[in-house]
């Protein structure tokens, strides 16, 4: 895993938000999914996890961004938790899987992973969290990579030109968004492996 990705742990990302501001807004939800390979070289999802998380002291809250996603960020069945422990909660299994991996850091993969990557920085700072273990620009963008292996962009079109199941219900859950997200790059990855791609990378190393 370490070579593949020149030292880098993908690790998958999505969160919901009450609006598209970072430093702003609110961060409601929070999903990771971190990756793994098998024995041939494929990639596969390793584990899941995620938290509600009560909107920071001051935070702005979007009413349309609200009505998108179907939240409500005071609703206590949410058990919902602080963002410092909503962070800590996501952070620490990624750090031990960057290590188990032989990895020095996680860059983080999503769907628009600018829009991700800006709310989990933002978020760190506002928390002071000395070690995010992500790379603190660098991304890999399912956005990009659907469009070029399968000419769309939009998460549900591209997952089910890829064969992979999408319930639109489920949808905006940043749990189940994550998941899917994970399910596309492993198989954009994959078949970019089928396809011998990353063999002949390898072959100009030697």
Known sequence: MADRFRGFLP?????ETAGFNPRTDALLEIAAVTLTMDENGYLMIDQSYDANVIPFAGA?????ALDF??????DPARNAIAEQDALEKIFKPIRKSIKSHGCKRAVLVGHNASFDHSFVTNAS??????RNPFHPFSTFDTVSLAGLAYGHTVLAKACDLAGIDFDGKQAHSALYDTLKT????????NHWKDMGGWD??????D
């Open 125 to 130: 700072e506002r928390c002071n969290v000395k």
């Open 200 to 205: 002949m990378l390898l072959a100009t190393r």
């Open 182 to 189: 994970a399910e596309l790059f492993c198989t954009i990855v």
């Open 11 to 15: 690790v998958v990302v999505d969160v």
């Open 69 to 74: 996603t179907g939240i409500d960020p005071y």
């Open 60 to 64: 702005n809250l979007e009413q349309s």
